[in-house]
Nanobody
């Protein structure tokens, strides 16, 4: 079992940036992967980015070049740096761990609006 707590969401103008953080309740170093999904209003949940155990990262095509995922295995945290934000990035962003099963945080809301 692992508990995940996201932070860093909020209201930002188009073109702005936000950094999301996810704190895990235990060591993340042996997890198969950690990452972020998002769920825009009225839409299905979709993958944003993932970092695997070996540090290999994977991004959804629409986020490549704008978003960057990183992790701190000492602090047991995963981060999502989001740049050049667009209104269509508005969503609840969920941190997850993939390790036999999925563990999810409660989500943090990102609103991109002028």
């Amino acid at each position: 079992q692992v508990q995940l707590v996201e932070s860093g969401g909020g209201l930002v103008q188009p073109g702005g940036a936000l950094r999301l953080s996810c704190a895990a309740s235990r060591s993340i170093i042996l997890f198969n992967a950690m990452g972020w999904y998002r769920q825009p209003p009225g839409k299905e949940r979709e993958l944003v980015a993932e970092v695997a155990r070996g540090g290999i990262t994977n991004y959804a095509d629409s986020m490549k070049g704008r978003f960057s995922i990183s992790r701190d295995v000492v602090k047991n945290m995963v981060f999502l740096q989001m740049n050049s934000l667009k209104p269509e990035d508005t969503a609840v962003y969920y941190c997850y761990v993939r390790h036999a099963v999925y563990y999810w945080g409660n989500g943090t809301l990102v609103t991109v609006s002028s």
